[in-house]
T-cell receptor, first 112, second 114 residues
Framework: GQQVMQIPQYQHVQEGEDFTTYCNSS?????IQWYKQRPGGHPVFLIQ?????EVKKQKRLTFQFGEAKKNSSLHITATQTTDVGTYFCAGNNPAGNTPLVFGKGTRLSVIA | DTEVTQTPKHLVMGMTNKKSLKCEQH?????MYWYKQKAKKPPELMFV???????INESVPSRFSPECPNSSLLNLHLHALQPEDSALYLC?????????????FGPGTRLTVT
C-alpha cells in the first residue's frame, strides 16, 4: 500500500534558526496536506498542495510540492517558540476517494 | 462555525465497561472520520463515513462500533476494551464536494482503559 515517509523525526533548533521537514511518498499523490499538532493538541490543517511543482507561502512558512507529485517539504524561516509542535504531511492517492495517509511527523522544539 | 466538537474530553473506563464517544460538526461536511492516535505517532485511521454510510473500516476490532445517526453526528461505541486501546481518539470531517481535501479535526477524547 501507499507509504508516506517523513524526515527528520525530531529537530531541535535555536530560536531564529531555520527548519525544514521532508516528505516522500512511494506513489504519485493527487494532493498533499500539511498539519501542525501542538503538544497536547489536535492536528490543525496548514495547507494543501495540488499542482506539480507548486510553492505556497504563509508568512514564514514555505511549502513545496515536487514535480513528480511524490515529495514535499515545509520550510520555516527564523523559527519562533510558537512554532513548537509536530508537523505531519498527509497525502491522497489519485485512485478514487482514498483516505489520507499520514507521515510519521517531525517534532520541532525551539530553544529560546 | 468551523468547529468539530468531541465529548467527553477525557474518559477512564474499565475493561468490562460500555461507553460512547461523541463527535459533532455543523459545517455541512458529508465525510466524517474516526482516528486513533498513540503518543508520538501520527493519527491512525479507523473508520470513514461518507453520506452517513460506513465506507471504510480499517480492520478495526469489533469492540469498537461506529455509528452515524445523521449528517452532523458521529459516535464511537466502546465495549470490552483492552489497556492497549488507551489513546487519543480524534474525530474529523471534510467536505466531499469541491477541490479541498482539508480535514477539520476535533480536540479529541483522551481514553484510558484500566
Amino acid at each position: 500500500g501507499q507509504q508516506v515517509m517523513q524526515i527528520p523525526q525530531y529537530q531541535h533548533v535555536q530560536e531564529g534558526e531555520d527548519f525544514t521537514t521532508y516528505c516522500n511518498s512511494s506513489t504519485t499523490l493527487s494532493n498533499i496536506q500539511w498539519y501542525k499538532q501542538r503538544p497536547g493538541g489536535h492536528p490543525v490543517f496548514l495547507i494543501q498542495l495540488v499542482k506539480s511543482g507548486e510553492v505556497k507561502k504563509q508568512k514564514r512558512l514555505t511549502f513545496q510540492f515536487g514535480e513528480a507529485k511524490k515529495n514535499s517539504s515545509l520550510h520555516i524561516t527564523a523559527t519562533q517558540t510558537t512554532d513548537v509542535g509536530t508537523y505531519f504531511c498527509a497525502g491522497n492517492n489519485p485512485a478514487g476517494n482514498t483516505p489520507l495517509v499520514f507521515g510519521k511527523g517531525t517534532r520541532l522544539s525551539v530553544i529560546a | 462555525d468551523t468547529e468539530v466538537t468531541q465529548t467527553p474530553k477525557h474518559l477512564v473506563m474499565g475493561m468490562t465497561n460500555k461507553k460512547s464517544l461523541k463527535c459533532e460538526q455543523h459545517m455541512g461536511h458529508r465525510a466524517m472520520y474516526w482516528y486513533k492516535q498513540k503518543a508520538k505517532k501520527p493519527p491512525e485511521l479507523m473508520f470513514v463515513y461518507s453520506y452517513e454510510k460506513l465506507s471504510i473500516n480499517e480492520s478495526v476490532p469489533s469492540r469498537f462500533s461506529p455509528e452515524c445517526p445523521n449528517s452532523s453526528l458521529l459516535n464511537l461505541h466502546l465495549h470490552a476494551l483492552q489497556p492497549e486501546d488507551s489513546a487519543l481518539y480524534l474525530c474529523a470531517s471534510r467536505e466531499i464536494a469541491g477541490s479541498s481535501y482539508e480535514q477539520y479535526f476535533g480536540p479529541g477524547t483522551r481514553l484510558t482503559v484500566t
